[in-house]
């Protein structure tokens, strides 16, 4: 993949540094931290990278108010795919040194395919037989724009099976904690029209009531500040997998984070297991298109760097999660 970056700052252009301005690249579906890109942009702002077939979400923050996301698909036919000249057009802004120093940024994409495939071919000239292409950006920064990108990834993501006895259950037991990962790995299902990825789990016997304690945990994004969050629905199936409940709607709520304990911000709910539900022999979490909708916020401990580690504030700071199609989710069952 080949492409190329700027700042234009006032009318003045110049490459964006990796030391100072984090950078990140990541499949779409990953629940991992986003890994930062270290090397650096050519003095003309190039880059020439080399991705595996998928979809992926590229992050820029370049001042606290302008943040920019994007996601592009990179083929499963080979090749060498052009991402386009993409310039951050605004206004010259200290604010840390050797960093973007810019804001209230506009991304403008221009297509420079020809002149950019030329550059590239006088320094890999074995790449002249290679099949050439042009990736479609997305802009997902705003609400609007990740849920829908969010829904397309969804879409074209491929069905694990037509029926919920094909899914893969994981055994659920009395008072153990355990986090579980809800990823692409398993494939997909359509849950009523929309598809998901989803965790599939298996109830111990009904013989008393009990609570099911959810904490779906925030996920480092990549941007100071702002996170990402699996926000579950709840699926309850009898023994031959019919459905006997859907809980899509207030499941889950935003929590705090705190130093004690240590508990980092998260999506936090329960389900109360009585004789009404007594039937319920699996459970299985998914999310929806409604709750892929606008970022939700929480608060967390503010804290100083000092030398050493952090020193507490007192005062709780605001930080946001925006809603993911994959997760970690921590799950505990409990006797009233």
Same mark, same amino acid.
């Given at each position: ?105 506009t991304a403008v994409f221009e297509d420079h395919f020809d002149a950019e495939m030329a550059e590239l071919l006088t320094h890999e000239p074995q790449l002249a037989g290679d099949h050439f292409g042009k990736l479609n950006i997305v802009d997902m920064s705003q609400d609007m724009a990740r849920q829908r990108a969010l829904r397309l990834v969804l879409a074209n993501a491929p069905l694990c099976c037509s029926h919920p006895s094909g899914f893969q259950f994981e055994l659920l037991a009395f008072d ?72 899509? =709607?207030? @499941? ?6 705190? *130093?004690?304990? &240590?508990?980092? $911000?998260? %999506?936090?709910?329960? #389900? ?30 503010? =804290?100083? @760097? ?6 507490? *504030?007192?005062? &709780?700071?605001? $930080?946001? %999660?925006?809603?993911? #199609? ?11």
């Amino acid at each position: 993949m080949f492409g190329r970056m700027l700042l234009v700052r006032d009318g003045v252009s110049s490459a964006i540094s990796t030391f100072s301005t984090a950078v990140r690249i990541d499949k779409i579906t990953s629940t991992d931290e986003p890994p930062m890109v270290v090397h650096p942009f050519t003095d003309e702002g190039r880059f020439y990278w080399l991705l595996e077939p998928g979809q992926y979400r590229l992050t820029m923050p370049l001042h606290l108010t302008d943040v920019f996301e994007f996601t592009f698909s990179v083929p499963k036919m080979p090749g060498t795919y052009y991402f386009g000249d993409l310039l951050f057009k605004g206004t010259m802004h200290f604010h840390t040194l050797g960093g973007a120093n810019i804001k209230d940024v506009t991304a403008v994409f221009e297509d420079h395919f020809d002149a950019e495939m030329a550059e590239l071919l006088t320094h890999e000239p074995q790449l002249a037989g290679d099949h050439f292409g042009k990736l479609n950006i997305v802009d997902m920064s705003q609400d609007m724009a990740r849920q829908r990108a969010l829904r397309l990834v969804l879409a074209n993501a491929p069905l694990c099976c037509s029926h919920p006895s094909g899914f893969q259950f994981e055994l659920l037991a009395f008072d153990m904690s355990k986090t579980y990962e809800i990823d692409a790995e398993q494939g997909a299902y359509d849950f009523g029209g929309a598809k998901s990825y989803f965790g599939a789990f298996a109830l111990p016997p009904y013989t008393a009531p009990y609570v099911i304690f959810l904490r779906s945990q925030a996920m480092s994004s990549g941007v100071p500040g702002q996170y990402r969050v699996f926000s579950p629905a709840a699926m309850l199936l009898d023994e031959q997998f019919n459905v006997i409940e859907r809980i899509e =709607t207030g @499941l889950a709520q935003p929590a705090p984070a705190s *130093l004690v304990p &240590p508990r980092p $911000v998260s %999506m936090y709910g329960q #389900i109360e297991m009585s004789e009404l539900r007594a039937r319920a022999r699996y459970l299985v979490l998914y999310t929806t298109h409604d709750l892929l909708g606008s970022t939700r916020s929480a608060t967390m401990p503010g =804290t100083m @760097l000092i030398p050493g580690g952090a020193l507490p *504030l007192g005062m &709780p700071m605001w $930080v946001g %999660m925006d809603p993911w #199609i994959t997760g970690r989710v921590t799950i505990s069952l409990n006797r009233n």
